[in-house]
């Protein structure tokens, strides 16, 4: 009997064992099939992309960034990182939630030697049309990229101490280059534009979705709504165009609202609607900055922009249709893409701001042949330390020159392709519009 017990309880522990066994291995198996991130834990600097994803799923990732204003991450999983800071990146899948601790570092020194991560060493130039813009050299993010091969070398200068007074100095502001120009006519003192103003009304911005029968797809867009915005009322309208690699994120989280409210605030701007489109292809931003994907997005943006974009403005905000009270202006690759809707669609656009442009213009289109009109107001402007774009916005300007159209051009001393830059040519712009 006793041998029996034994047999038994002995058995009894086999199967228990077994089961244990199984049940571990079940475990772990599901545990190597279950759906995670690939990061807890990232590390990128300001301007820097890197790739986020959830392994071991077919179901849809939602994308969402705690703080914008210090990373921000794409539907495909690419996070940018925008400003010094901390920040989470939280991805959905139905009712699960995987987080990642986001810490954003410092843009590496222009003056250091060691090499710029995530930039193509080649710039592909594609086939395209004489009205279409070829293959960019910039990067549209705040670093400093190697000098396009054919851009002149230029020596950074120190950037000097503001002292504009409001006043006769911003109404002339024609003269243009030197850095003594840029003192007298286009340096503002800039905190008391970034800096939200207490007890001021602030605009708002909209998040919009609008058809594209030219892309064949939903596209998304930024619309500022100017403070105490009326809809019974009619606004100027001012479209602003992003770099490439980046997307509508990229002006609104450069101080926009601070920017325009506190302008129309002092009463230096009259109220306007902004409109900051998504110019990126039709299944997202490629993680290939410079791929032909992202390029063609905007050789196909003047058609896009006319046939969808433009008519859903007018027809859902209250907005002039009037050519005097219609802008556009843009950075980098969107830079280079203002001046081409600004030429190309002849006596449509009465303001033209185009900041450190892109290298890839036909400057063919720079004239006023065929205009009813002239425009109000063209300015460019870029850094004459920016290596990613070189002397290119002086040429676009000496070809103005040639074809006797009037503008403004200035260069930042010591600027680089960089947020500064961009913030003080759009304030520059808009004393100078509307």
Known sequence: MKRLHAARNAMITCVIAGLLVMGITGIIASAKTKPKLNRKNLELKVGEKKKLQIKNTKKKVKWISNNKKIATVTQRGEVCGKRIGKTKI??????KKYVCRVTVKPKQSPQTSEPIQNQPTVIPQPDVTATQPAAPSPSVQPTSTPLPATAAPVTPTPVPTPNIEQGAAWEAGKKSGTKEDFELYFNPEMKQYTKRQKDMPQGKFKDVTYHSAVVGADREAYVYLPPNYDENKEYPVLYMLHGIGC??????????????????????????????????????????????????????????????????????????????????????????????????????????????????LDQSILNLDGWTTTPHTVLLCSGDADSTIGNNPEDYHKRLTENKVDHMWYLYPGGTHEEKVWKNGLVNFLKRSF
């Not at 939280?90 to 009712?95: G, L, N, P, S």
């Not at 907005?319 to 893409?337: A, D, I, Q, Y």
Request: net charge neutral; with cysteine; aromatic share 10%.
């Open 90 to 95: 939280i991805a959905r899948v139905q009712k």
């Open 247 to 360: 997307d509508r994120g990229q002006w609104r989280y450069m101080s926009l609202n601070e920017i325009l409210s506190n302008m129309i605030n002092r009463g230096e701007l009259q109220p306007l609607v902004a409109v900051l489109p998504s110019v990126v292809p039709k299944n997202g931003l490629d993680q290939n900055t410079f791929s032909s994907d992202n390029i063609g997005a905007f050789t196909v943006f003047e058609k896009e922009f006319l046939t969808d974009l433009e008519p859903y403005i007018q027809k859902n905000y209250a907005v002039s249709t009037k050519r005097e009270n219609t802008g556009v202006c843009g950075l980098s690759m969107g830079g280079m893409e203002a001046l081409r809707l600004g030429f190309v669609i002849k006596d449509h656009f009465n303001y033209i701001g185009s900041f450190s442009a892109a290298p890839s």
